[in-house]
């Protein structure tokens, strides 16, 4: 009787335990519980952030190669984008349009290679299990090549919005580009002319300010005789 009362005691005993760490888990096991949750969280963003990548590098490629039909498939339907000549573009049709305005064969400029740099990872918002937009922003080097061949390296900086389409992929919305108005090729080129033309106004005008006082000491000999 006493070793069945005593294994009677050891059961209830255990399933109070039991039930006592369902009703109320230690916090090791809520440690655990949240550290799982939040693998899976990890997991899922770096997933999320693989896709950005790939449609950075896909924008890359499309230019780079010349593939200026290709870009639209990286950006949202409601796009808002901002050009470094500060054009707007808001539709994915004007995308193809603005570069075969500017280059190519009848453009303006012959062929532009870019590289594009994430300063670090996209800030994801909205529900915290389920972000659906987000801010990333970042450097860029733009090559132009003009007709004649020369290129004119340009640093640029910009800012992308980032949202989910209908079909759950991720696009750009909203895109801002922009350049250092004093730190690029063309200005430069122009505060060089700028000197050059400036010196060249110099001498010119010392030139004539010479022949201005030779005619003056001539005109004052001729009056004396």
Same mark, same amino acid.
Request: hydrophobic share 40%; glycine share 8%.
């Given at each position: 009787?006493?070793?069945?009362? /005593?294994?009677?005691?050891?059961?209830?005993?255990? %399933?109070?335990?039991?039930?006592?760490? %369902?009703? #109320? @888990? *230690?916090?090791?096991?809520?440690?655990?519980?949240? *550290?799982?949750?939040?693998? %899976?969280?990890?997991?899922?963003?770096? +997933?999320?952030?693989?896709?950005?990548? *790939?449609?950075?590098?896909?924008?890359?490629?499309?230019?780079?190669?010349? !593939?200026?039909?290709? /870009?639209? !498939?990286?950006?949202?339907? #409601? /796009?808002?984008?901002?050009?470094? #000549?500060?054009? *707007?573009?808001?539709? @994915?049709? &004007?995308?193809?349009?603005?570069?075969?305005? =500017?280059?190519?064969? &009848? &453009?303006?400029?012959?062929? /532009?290679?870019? !590289?594009?740099?994430?300063?670090?990872?996209?800030?994801?918002?909205?529900?915290?299990?389920?972000? #659906? =937009?987000?801010?990333?922003?970042?450097?860029?080097?733009?090559?132009? !090549?003009?007709?004649?061949?020369?290129?004119? @390296?340009?640093?640029?900086? $910009?800012?992308?919005?980032?949202?989910?389409?209908?079909? &759950?992929? =991720?696009?750009?919305?909203?895109?801002?580009?922009?350049?250092?108005?004093?730190?690029?090729?063309?200005?430069? +080129?122009?505060?060089?002319?700028?000197?050059?033309?400036?010196?060249?106004?110099?001498?010119?005008?010392?030139?004539?300010?010479?022949?201005?006082?030779? $005619?003056?000491?001539?005109?004052?000999?001729?009056?004396?005789?």
């Amino acid at each position: 009787m006493l070793i069945r009362a /005593l294994a009677i005691f050891l059961m209830l005993f255990t %399933v109070n335990l039991l039930a006592d760490e %369902v009703e #109320n @888990p *230690s916090e090791a096991n809520i440690q655990e519980i949240s *550290s799982q949750d939040g693998a %899976v969280q990890d997991a899922a963003n770096q +997933a999320i952030h693989q896709e950005l990548r *790939s449609l950075l590098t896909g924008i890359e490629t499309a230019i780079n190669t010349e !593939q200026y039909a290709d /870009l639209k !498939q990286y950006f949202h339907e #409601n /796009l808002h984008v901002t050009t470094i #000549n500060q054009n *707007s573009i808001t539709t @994915p049709e &004007g995308i193809d349009a603005y570069f075969k305005e =500017w280059f190519g064969e &009848g &453009g303006y400029l012959k062929k /532009l290679d870019i !590289q594009l740099n994430a300063d670090g990872l996209t800030q994801l918002h909205g529900n915290a299990d389920d972000p #659906n =937009w987000g801010l990333v922003y970042g450097t860029g080097i733009e090559n132009y !090549q003009l007709a004649d061949g020369r290129f004119l @390296p340009m640093k640029t900086r $910009w800012t992308a919005t980032v949202t989910k389409d209908a079909n &759950g992929k =991720w696009r750009i919305l909203a895109l801002h580009i922009g350049a250092n108005f004093y730190d690029n090729p063309i200005f430069h +080129a122009v505060k060089a002319s700028t000197k050059y033309y400036a010196a060249g106004g110099l001498v010119i005008g010392a030139m004539l300010g010479a022949l201005g006082m030779a $005619w003056f000491r001539r005109k004052k000999q001729s009056t004396l005789v």
